[in-house]
């Protein structure tokens, strides 16, 4: 799976649009992006993913660049229960996660 | 319905002990994965099951660290002669079928080896 570079952390004020970028430059053609975000002592929780267009669901929203070098998580009105590790994970359609780091997102009141 | 279960949710064992950690997928699901968690660091693959054969055991670190699932459901990873090192959240994750594009995670079994 192609590597995936995201900030170790980032802060948002709460009721405000929480942006989280990814960068994959390696990425292959038939990889997907996914995003999954990890709660204090939880475990991983399926965000949204995609291919080569934007995706929005309940949760959010998934920009993707037209060269697929990158991408951006979008929470629209982030909330302090939103306060999580979101990992952005490049994905070729098989079973296995390859997680990295991630980005520590503090929504702050 | 519930969710995958995974128990205990703590687990605290002398150094050379052998431990078992449960998890019970949901319902129906035929995928199951376990992974590993280190302190700051993102899970790392361990194991994954489609019914009841280990379909890639690749990322076992070494061969005291053994899973089963023998029904195609509930599973346990088997840990032997455990060291300190194996210290870390042990998670389950199950999903409908291979390749699916949502896992469903358990809260973990938080394993300390003293």
């Known amino acids: 799976d192609a590597k995936t570079t995201q900030p170790t952390s980032m802060d948002c004020a709460e009721g405000r649009a929480a942006n989280l970028p990814c960068n994959h430059s390696?990425?292959?053609?038939?990889?997907?992006v996914y995003w999954y975000r990890q709660i204090h002592s939880q475990g991983p929780q399926y965000i949204i993913h995609g291919l080569k267009n934007n995706e929005t669901n309940e949760m959010a929203s998934l920009i993707i660049t037209e060269d697929r070098k990158s991408s951006t998580l979008i929470l629209p009105h982030a909330t302090l229960r939103d306060t999580a590790v979101y990992y952005c994970i490049v994905r070729r359609s098989n079973y296995k996660l390859t997680f990295g780091k991630g980005t520590l997102l503090t929504v702050n009141p | 319905g519930a969710g995958v279960s995974q128990t205990p949710s703590n687990k605290v064992t002398e150094k050379g002990k052998y431990v078992e950690l449960r998890c019970d997928p949901i319902?129906?699901?035929?995928?199951l994965y376990w992974y590993r968690q280190s302190l700051g660091q993102g899970p790392e693959f361990l194991i994954y099951f489609q019914g009841t054969g280990a379909a890639d055991d690749s990322g076992l670190p070494n061969d005291r660290f053994f899973a089963v699932r023998p029904e195609g459901s509930v599973s346990t990873l088997k840990i032997q002669r455990t060291e300190r090192g194996d210290s870390a959240v042990y998670l389950c994750a199950s999903s409908l079928n291979q390749g699916d594009t949502e896992a469903f995670f358990g809260q973990g079994t938080r394993l300390t080896v003293v």
């Open positions: 390696t990425i292959s053609g038939n990889e997907y």
């Open positions: 319902s129906g699901h035929t995928a």
